[in-house]
């Protein structure tokens, strides 16, 4: 079984157009995240939460709009899909979320934006 | 705020050799250490973590790293490399309190392995 599991894989779309990703994690966790990696490989986190509420929320467009139905899901959909978009998204989640933690990564779902 | 420099974007190595990738951390606080490893097309795994208890730290696949406070370093080192260490590696920092704590990484060094 796959920890922690996104889709798609791939999701290559339009400019202009509004997309959504989904991740799903088995391990029981409390928290999970959205990181971005661009073309040379540097990841940011975007989203945390903890138990279905925000955590932290860095200067991402707000275009970006995360949502946790339950503390197992993590949705990322994206509105008015730019070039910039383009990049790796990474889902990830931790027991609690404190500092020393393991994260546990999915696969990563490769947006091209055309 | 809490940053990490990794030295060397690309280190290429042949199979059976020494491995060190170099880190150096900057931080506040006590910090939490981590390296990731990203093999190609897939997802980030932990290799091995410092939390403040022993300084050298051991790790996955061989692989060990030793906290030097004095010199803000966290080095990534592996006695004998194989071709299946061909990734990205990344270093982390971690600092933050309760859930709001959050990782900055590193902008990753891609270890290549020769025969």
């Known amino acids: 079984d796959t920890a922690v599991s996104q889709t798609p894989k791939y999701l290559v779309t339009q400019m202009g157009n509004d997309k959504s990703i989904k991740c799903e994690q088995n391990?029981?966790?409390?928290?999970m995240y959205w990181y971005k990696q661009d073309s040379k490989k540097f990841l940011k986190i975007m989203f945390s939460?903890?138990?279905?509420?925000?955590?932290i929320n860095e200067t991402v467009p707000n275009r970006f709009s995360p949502k946790s139905p339950d503390k197992a899901h993590l949705n990322l959909h994206i509105n008015s899909l730019e070039l910039g978009d383009s990049a790796v998204y990474f889902c990830a989640s931790s027991k609690t979320g404190w500092s020393s933690e393991k994260l546990f990564f999915g696969s990563g779902t490769q947006l091209s934006v055309l | 705020a809490q940053s990490v420099t990794q030295l060397d974007s690309h280190v290429s190595v042949s199979e059976g050799t020494p491995v060190l990738l170099r880190c150096n951390y900057s931080?506040?606080?006590?910090?939490?250490l981590f390296w990731y490893v990203q093999h190609p097309n897939k997802g980030l795994q932990l290799l091995l973590k410092y939390t403040s208890a022993a300084t050298l730290v051991k790790g996955i696949n061989g692989f060990e790293a030793e906290f030097k406070k004095s010199e803000t370093s966290f080095h990534l080192t592996k006695p004998s490399a194989h071709m299946s260490d061909a990734a990205e590696y990344f270093c982390v920092v971690s600092v933050g309190t309760g859930t709001a704590s959050k990782l900055t990484f590193g902008t990753g060094t891609r270890l290549q392995v020769t025969l």
């Open positions: 391990l029981g966790h409390d928290t």
């Open positions: 939460y903890n138990n279905k509420e925000l955590i």
């Open positions: 931080s506040s606080y006590s910090p939490s």
